[in-house]
């Protein structure tokens, strides 16, 4: 597996991607997506197997700390901050439990360590026990709003430098 930028040629697999991973009312668009990958395309980011297939993504971005982004809206004037947002991070159904998730986060913190001093991400569909695993706490001040799902919840970790 190798990790790496997202190219032109990615996008409808990433879309697929997520179709595999999320109930229909949380589908974004394309054009969605592609927006917070022009905010921050450094840590936005394709696993790839040997064929450069794509086995998972992660689209992420930095954000003002303790605050969610509206869902399914494309950002704009989002200005450099010292928080990162993870927007989404899904694999494959094909190659769930292998360990690419796990990969892929250890790449986003790589990334993140030098400029980000915390990382957020709104859990939906049961994803908190994934995101307590990699070091992840849940925050209860901080509601998502109805749209990401009824057991959505708001999770953050601070980056050890």
Request: hydrophobic share 40%.
């Amino acid at each position: 597996m190798l990790i790496r930028p997202i190219n032109i040629d990615d996008w409808n697999s990433i879309y697929k991607i997520q179709t595999q991973n999320y109930p229909v009312n949380l589908y974004e668009s394309l054009d969605i997506l592609k927006s917070k990958e022009a905010i921050c395309p450094t840590c936005c980011f394709v696993a790839v197997n040997a064929q450069n297939k794509v086995l998972g993504y992660c689209l992420s971005h930095y954000y003002v700390r303790e605050k969610i982004p509206k869902f399914n809206k494309p950002l704009k004037n989002i200005h450099h901050c010292n928080h990162l947002f993870i927007h989404d991070m899904a694999v494959s159904i094909n190659h769930k439990r292998t360990g690419i998730g796990k990969e892929m986060f250890k790449h986003l913190e790589i990334l993140a360590l030098n400029s980000f001093d915390k990382i957020s991400l709104v859990a939906v569909d049961g994803a908190d026990s994934f995101w307590l695993s990699q070091g992840f706490n849940v925050n209860t001040t901080i509601k998502p709003e109805k749209q990401y799902g009824k057991h959505a919840v708001y999770m953050e970790k601070a980056l050890l430098k």
